[in-house]
């Protein structure tokens, strides 16, 4: 699979006046552009800061996790986990709850291929850029919430779970997993996605595998000319299997 931009970039004049309005706060502290995503017939416009190499300073995500902004960047591991999310089968009323979002790829798609998402992440103006990016992809519903992983809110429960690119700190391997326990429905399942350098994956999935049967699924893509792993965990339950 190659990876490359699809379609026209986005007019900010073209969103709603409270996206628009939003998008203008944003232009005053980043430069902004639209980046054009097609996930086989879904067409998404997503909110990225245009100089993303200046804003991240050489930063590396794979040799310093701590000070790395994640959710600036569109990881090729959100691009294939909303290929997934988009394949997914799903009953009338199926929801879903993006971790990590980010930009929210994986939620925005999904959204558009028939589930009630809710994108979420831990700072307000991620959030700021999810909004603008459902608004300028036509979406309608989709929701924000900011989620604390170590102080979770009351959401609900939903269908299904997806993160990408989420695991990347020890520390919060409990959590998510508490995370996983307050959040996912009865029956639901979990979808994961990582670039197979991701050091911490394994490590995860070693204390995840005591309460949730997993299974794996490589896929390679194209991006510049490299060829790169991304691997896609899905996880179910195992009191599910008895139920």
Do not use: C
């Amino acid at each position: 699979m190659s990876l490359e931009p699809d379609g026209e970039n986005m007019d900010f004049r073209q969103l709603p006046d409270e996206e628009r309005n939003i998008y203008l706060r944003l232009s005053q502290a980043y430069s902004l552009r639209f980046a054009p995503v097609g996930i086989a017939d879904i067409r998404l416009q997503i909110l990225q800061i245009a100089d993303l190499e200046e804003f991240l300073g050489g930063k590396d995500p794979f040799a310093d996790v701590s000070s790395f902004p994640f959710w600036v960047k569109l990881w090729d591991a959100a691009i294939i986990l909303a290929y997934v999310l988009r394949q997914a089968p799903k009953a009338p009323g199926a929801t879903l709850l993006e971790l990590g979002a980010g930009l929210g790829v994986p939620g925005l798609a999904a959204q558009a291929a028939g589930f009630s998402v809710t994108l979420s992440d831990y700072e307000a103006i991620i959030l700021d850029f999810q909004r603008v990016s459902a608004a300028a992809s036509g979406l309608v519903g989709p929701r924000s919430a900011m989620l604390d992983w170590l102080n979770p809110p009351e959401l609900g429960q939903f269908s299904v779970l997806a993160g990408a690119e989420i695991l990347f700190r020890e520390e919060f391997f409990q959590p998510l997993l508490a995370v996983f326990k307050r959040y996912l429905a009865p029956g639901g399942q979990i979808f994961l996605a990582h670039d197979a350098r991701r050091q911490s994956l394994p490590k995860f999935l070693t204390l995840a595998e005591k309460d949730y049967r997993i299974s794996v699924n490589e896929q390679k893509i194209k991006r510049d000319g490299e060829e790169i792993a991304i691997i896609v965990n899905r996880l179910v339950a195992r009191n599910a299997e008895n139920a």
